[in-house]
């Protein structure tokens, strides 16, 4: 287990080649080489992950003493203590010694004895009730004090669970493909160096946020991951859309910060501690306990899930940030950063589900801010031009979805469907990189079309992704998205049945969108100039790759009647029984729905339906063409879809515009004429009096009187000097004079 | 307890060797200017070199007491000594202090601004060197009332005869604002001298701020406790500036030189918030606590002020200028909570702000100098014309908006958490309010650094600039700025380095004000 | 009593010797005339010492003498200076102390 322990390796090599190509690469290395060092460390990493992924599936399997929950309490302290100082180790068996030992101890303490090591019955008992599966404690290994402030300690570590491996893999992956399929796609770029330096800090900011230890760090990873976004959008910054698009994407989460901030506040306010460990124990502990506090909490983080991962109503940055280079879109724009939202709510799912009283409710916050951004995403891509847009809207759409699942207390799906739709999504955004890499640095679909017999690989590998993403049977989004509709309709203890309706309009709106995307792109006749050509190699294998994803990762969450047949169930729901934190969830009473073959149909055929109605639309040229042109109402609504529901005319126009303007505009204007003013006011007033009392009390009445003595001086001396005649006898009858009078008086006195 | 040997001069030479330098170059003749220039980068690196001896020797155990302390007669008619001493909280703004200035005097090398006089400037330089260094050490009010006031004229000569085109109305602004300031402090000092008991009840009469601290304001009612902290709160919060008395502080910055700026920025004010945690709270922790919710008030109304300032300016100085306003509203906002947590954060802020700001005013003076203009629509596309300052541009814009890995994030973050749970039996909902409002000033940060970001070092270079070839950052800008840049990341990744110090005499203090207000 | 008498004279001749030396023109009449003031003094100091039957006063005189005969060496002296140099004696003619 040691990967699982040392996981904080992971971050920091992705970390030091940052530094490396930030700082050697242009001198040293030489810019044309750069991403050896970018692919090597992203390499490695990705080893890393893979080991550490199959660590925490033997730790699943074959739970060592110390891994189930009330046993490990007492280890460790001592585990870690030795390694990395004796303030950590002490925390952390204190914390686990009261929650886990008190509460789940008894609960749970039955069911090991039992269902430990018989994997295969894991599927079948788990479901409808409780957690059939051992209570798996993660590996926390927190090495240091990172500072202490005022009594309160912040750590520095590492939370590994199986939600972390699950993250690592997907992000070492894609990052990998990523960095090896922007050789190619980026090459003799002006600032390849820069390019490739930030492919790494995200990487390592990515990675740093996915195993946090506690919400501090959560906040530090996020804020990271977002600086890097806002560095790779306005990649190419001499352009100014770019820089608008990158301002725009870090304010809006600047602005979900707030949340985050207060949310994390509040949080620590009333756990009295960062770690999301003691956190989630806490609350999975007593349930209900500290509702409001969590409510709050929950809608404060919400807001920044809204920012992040492109929530309604702070979702218009993302579309904007398809500004940067693609390679960076499939990355940090669909398959990593912007699930950070949808993975901090699952690593924090015990605060969200008792807030928005996730189990006792059929509706919520979280669900519907979910299926309305799904709904209004999936709307707002047929409006779309742009092919990396349609796909933007495509992912706020599908991250709603994420969202939106998670609100009805489907963990599993949830994460499942992160999983599946990073691959597909990817392979999306590469493919249409590919395209544009093809047809002269385009994304308009209008200036594309009938590229299917250029570019074959793209094109094969693009279907594949779209019919994944349409959720077509066997592909991966199919089992993800069945999964999740089941779990609308499920709920907990009961279903949530609008946001059944939301999830099954989107499927149809999905495959229908996306259908319209390869028919404008690979099929008709070519509309562009020039001679379109497939990518070489080293693209379209990252795409392959991606594609193979799309199409077999949905074997990772199977449901048991599914592999019944081969005798295979023991590999059923392995994303479930590896990903899930049932240590934390067990104590919300978190339930999973059993398979459903009815709902798969229902899922199937709408998304059927939708490549159907579109197939038929373009291809055999029926339904009601010209229909915007013709039906005002038509017209209507598609000017407000084009027009993405006027939202950036109102934060841009009325929002910004009002506080750079008139706001800053006035508060500028009151501090130059009001403060400034009456400072200048008591200044020039002291001033004025001043001179007034310059000119009569200083020079008329106090210098006056010494003037007045000076002339008197002057004016007695002038006639005194007529006295010093120089004659002798003149000085004798003064003295004289003098004596007599003196002598008179003295005789008079006396 | 008091030093020996020669740790009981370290404090003194750190404060004075900037000063004897100096006079040494008083006395040298002005056309030997090489010599000049290096004797006054000889003392205040002499100093700064005691003042690494003083890192080393420092007891970190006991970063709560009083460190080289001397304690000699001074002006015995009234009572003041000769008191200086160094604890936790003072180890690292002396530290800013010192390593301030010969960056400054390095920055300004072969750069003196016009009218040049190389050796004036740097003795004005090195005799704010001594009163900024002096502040942070002293222990007796008025030994600390005299280095506060030296601190004023030399900057008053700096802006007033190196300063931009409005120069006399900025540094006579600015010399009389302070000075009024002073003057409201000094009627509080003198009435704590009066009016302070000990326990017993007799009359103290003294000026060691150690007693002071002990007596706690014991003696004096409430009433007049009050009235007292408002003359130190006004004295203190021209010098931070908070919100309603900050106005001296755009012009002064605008028209101040660079390493006028730089230095204003980075230490200047740090004495109002030093002296709110050292004097004003410390002393009278009863009017603290009724004064900390107008004071928190202030503190979030400047953040947000501040930050709209900021969106109105057309000047890259004068945003920089406003954007300190909002920054020291988070320092203050820290201290109105009262707690230790929030003094600790308000320390790191002014150690980070001081960092921070300090390199964006470098920046924008070098680009002052070769582009004779900071109007910000001017400028643009920095990154294309110096593309490494347009980096470290870029870099502490970041750091400036508080991005975690950054040593801003560390003055902002505690800052606001503070605010959850503020001490002393404040308004938990008021302060909660306070909270989310500075939140939201994050985000206003964020917008104003970044557009100014976006308007100069994004885009193309203006058609004004396009053809002039522009030096890129220059040898001297290096030695400069390197350390900044180190101190920035080096106490974002490590915050400890500060808090570890801070923290035992912050916890003192708020201890001690936990105690007087459940005592009474 | 004969006090008074000496006095008066005294007085007398103390008033002539004033008298002289404010009006009188010729600088040799002038220092006539403080020989006489002199002696109006001498003769006080030698009355008021027999009043007393105290030595003193007519030692007093001795002195005073010796030193008017030095006085008047010297002032004779420099009015033969003045009259080589300026061909008068005439006090009114000097006027080199004025202001």
């Keep these: 287990m040691w990967m699982l322990e040392n996981a904080f390796l992971i971050p920091l090599i992705p970390a030091l080649s940052f530094a490396v190509i930030l700082f050697f690469g242009k001198r040293v290395i030489g810019s044309g080489r750069v991403h050896l060092i970018g692919i090597t460390a992203v390499s490695l990493i990705w080893v890393l992950s893979l080991v550490a992924a199959f660590q925490w599936t033997q730790r699943v399997e074959h739970p060592s003493s110390d891994a189930i929950a009330q046993i490990s309490v007492d280890d460790h302290g001592d585990d870690h203590g030795d390694d990395h100082g004796d303030d950590h180790g002490d925390d952390h068996g204190d914390d686990h010694g009261d929650d886990h030992g008190d509460d789940h101890g008894d609960d749970h303490g039955d069911d090991h004895g039992d269902d430990h090591g018989k994997a295969a019955m894991h599927s079948e008992s788990g479901h409808g009730g409780g957690h059939g599966s051992a209570l798996i404690s993660p590996v926390v290994t927190s090495y240091s004090k990172w500072w202490s402030n005022g009594g309160v300690d912040f750590a520095i570590g590492t939370h590994v669970d199986g939600l972390t491996v699950l993250l690592l893999v997907v992000v070492a992956s894609i990052s990998l493909l990523v960095h090896i399929y922007s050789t190619e796609y980026v090459k003799g770029d002006r600032r390849y160096v820069h390019y490739y330096a930030f492919l790494s800090l995200f990487t390592a900011a990515m990675l740093f946020f996915v195993m946090a230890q506690n919400i501090v760090q959560l906040i530090v990873g996020w804020e990271l991951v977002g600086v890097c976004s806002f560095g790779l959008i306005g990649h190419w910054w001499e352009e100014k859309p770019n820089t608008d698009a990158a301002l725009k994407a870090f304010l809006t989460n600047r602005v979900g910060d707030i949340g985050l901030l207060v949310g994390m506040i509040v949080l620590w306010g009333t756990f009295g501690t960062f770690s999301i460990d003691a956190i989630n124990t806490a609350i999975s502990a007593s349930p209900g306990t500290q509702h409001f506090a969590l409510l709050v909490a929950a809608c404060c983080l919400m807001a920044a899930v809204a920012s992040k991962s492109g929530q309604f109503p702070l979702h218009t940055w993302l579309p904007d940030a398809m500004a940067g280079p693609t390679p960076v879109s499939a990355l940090i724009h669909a398959a990593t950063m912007v699930v950070a939202g949808v993975y901090m709510i699952a690593r924090l799912y015990p605060v969200f589900y008792d807030g928005f009283s996730i189990g006792t409710s059929s509706i919520n916050l979280m669900a519907f801010i979910g299926g309305f951004t799904a709904l209004m995403g999936a709307g707002l891509a047929f409006a779309q031009w742009d092919i990396k847009k349609v796909l933007a809207y495509s992912t706020v759409s599908q991250l709603g979805y994420m969202v939106m699942a998670l609100g009805v207390g489907a963990w599993t799906a949830a994460i499942f469907h992160l999983f599946t739709h990073a691959f597909f999504k990817a392979c999306l955004f590469l493919g249409a990189g590919s395209v544009s890499h093809a047809a002269h640095h385009t994304f308009d679909m209008r200036k594309m079309g009938g590229l299917k017999k250029f570019m074959p690989h793209t094109y094969w590998t693009f279907v594949i992704a779209t019919l994944a993403l349409s959720g077509i049977f066997p592909f991966a989004g199919f089992w993800s998205k069945d999964e999740i509709l089941l779990g609308a309709k499920v709920g907990q203890q009961s279903g949530y049945p609008l946001m059944l309706i939301f999830g099954c309009a989107v499927a149809f709106m999905t495959a229908a969108y996306m259908t319209r995307v390869v028919w404008y792109t690979f099929h008709g006749e070519y509309r562009g100039h020039g001679h379109p050509h497939e990518s070489p190699k080293v693209m379209t294998v990252p795409l392959w790759i991606l594609a193979g994803m799309a199409l077999v990762g949905g074997a990772f969450n199977l449901p048991g009647p599914v592999l019944k047949p081969f005798g295979l169930e023991g590999l059923a729901h392995r994303v479930q029984t590896y990903a899930e934190p049932s240590v934390y969830l067990s104590g919300l009473g978190l339930s999973h729905p059993d398979p459903s073959l009815s709902m798969a149909l229902i899922g199937l055929g709408l998304a059927l339906s939708g490549i159907i109605v579109t197939y038929l639309y373009f291809w055999r040229n029926m339904g009601p063409k010209g229909l915007t042109e013709r039906n005002k109402y038509a017209k209507a609504g598609y000017t407000f879809l084009e027009n993405k529901y006027y939202l950036d005319y109102l934060y841009n126009d009325i929002i910004v515009a009002s506080i750079k303007k008139p706001i800053a505009n006035s508060a500028n204007w009151f501090n130059q004429n009001v403060l400034d003013k009456a400072v200048n006011t008591a200044g020039e007033s002291a001033r004025d009096s001043g001179r007034w009392i310059y000119k009569w009390i200083d020079q008329g009445a106090i210098d006056g009187s010494v003037n007045a003595a000076a002339r008197g001086a002057d004016t007695s001396g002038e006639g005194l000097r007529t006295i010093q005649s120089g004659k002798v006898q003149n000085y004798g009858q003064l003295l004289f004079g003098a004596a007599a009078v003196l002598a008179i008086v003295f005789v008079i006195v006396i | 307890m008091e030093a020996t040997g020669f740790d009981a001069w370290v404090l003194t030479l750190a404060v004075f060797l900037p000063l004897v330098g100096a006079l040494i170059m008083m006395v040298v003749p002005k056309a030997y200017e090489l010599e000049v220039k290096l004797i006054g980068l000889g003392s205040s690196l002499a100093a700064l070199a005691v003042g690494i001896y003083i890192l080393f020797q420092f007891d970190y155990g006991s970063s709560s007491e009083l460190q080289f302390v001397v304690d000699k007669g001074w002006i015995d008619i009234i009572n003041s000594r000769y008191i200086i001493g160094l604890d936790g909280l003072s180890l690292p703004l002396l530290l800013l202090s010192l390593l301030v200035v010969p960056l400054c005097l390095v920055y300004s090398w072969n750069h003196v601004p016009s009218p040049g006089n190389p050796k004036a400037f740097f003795i004005l330089l090195l005799i704010l060197s001594t009163g900024m260094n002096g502040s942070f050490i002293s222990q007796d009010m008025i030994l600390f009332f005299v280095f506060f006031e030296i601190v004023l004229l030399p900057m008053y000569f700096l802006i007033g005869v190196w300063g931009g085109e409005e120069r006399r109305y900025a540094s006579l602004k600015f010399f009389l604002y302070t000075l009024f300031g002073s003057a409201l402090m000094i009627i509080s000092f003198l009435a704590l001298f009066f009016l302070s008991k000990d326990a017993a009840g007799n009359p103290l009469q003294t000026f060691d701020m150690r007693l002071l601290t002990d007596a706690a304001g014991s003696g004096i009612v409430k009433t007049t406790q009050v009235w007292i902290f408002a003359g130190l709160f006004i004295g203190f919060g021209i010098k931070v500036p908070m919100f309603p008395f900050h106005t001296w502080l755009p012009d002064a910055h605008t028209q101040a030189p660079t390493v006028g700026s730089v230095i204003l920025a980075a230490v200047l004010l740090k004495l109002g918030t030093y002296g709110f945690i050292r004097i004003a709270i410390p002393f009278l922790p009863e009017a603290a606590v009724a004064w900390a919710p107008w004071i928190g008030l202030l503190a979030v109304i400047g953040i947000i002020y501040g930050a709209l300032g900021c969106l109105a300016q057309k000047d890259m100085k004068r945003l920089i200028a406003f954007s300190s306003v909002a920054h020291m509203g988070f320092v203050m906002l820290g201290i109105a909570t009262l707690t230790d947590f929030g003094l600790n954060a308000a320390v790191f802020g002014m150690v980070a702000h001081g960092l921070i700001t300090g390199m964006l005013f470098f920046v924008a003076g070098s680009i002052k100098e070769r582009y004779h203009t900071l109007e910000i629509s001017r400028l643009g596309g920095l990154l294309k014309s110096v593309p490494r300052m347009g980096w470290i541009l870029g870099f502490a814009t970041m750091a400036s908006l508080g991005l975690p890995g950054l040593a801003g994030f560390w003055g902002e973050f505690p800052a606001i958490l503070s605010a959850y749970n503020p001490g002393a039996g404040l308004s938990e909902e008021l302060f909660r309010t306070y909270m989310v409002i500075a939140a939201i000033g994050t985000v206003l940060a964020a917008g104003y650094l970044l557009w100014l970001y976006q308007r100069t070092a994004f885009g193309e270079p203006t058609e004004e600039f396009a053809d002039h070839a522009i030096p890129d950052v220059s040898r001297n800008e290096w030695i400069a700025w390197v350390p900044f840049l180190i101190g920035i990341v080096l106490f974002g990744v490590w915050p400890n380095l500060i808090f570890n110090l801070t923290d035992g005499v912050v916890s003192s203090i708020t201890a001690n004000v936990e105690a007087v207000v459940a005592g009474r | ?99």
């Design chain 3, 1 to 99: 009593m004969l006090l008074n008498q000496f006095l008066i004279l005294g007085a007398v001749l103390f008033c002539i010797g004033v008298y002289g030396v404010l009006a009188r023109k010729n600088a040799v009449m002038v220092l006539m005339s403080i020989e006489l003031m002199l002696n109006a003094v001498n003769i006080n100091m030698v009355v008021f010492g027999v009043q007393h039957e105290v030595v003193s006063g007519q030692v007093f005189a001795l002195f005073i003498i010796a030193v008017a005969a030095a006085e008047v060496g010297v002032g004779l002296a420099i009015v033969l200076l003045l009259y080589r140099n300026q061909t008068s004696i005439d006090v009114e003619d000097f006027d080199l102390m004025k202001g």
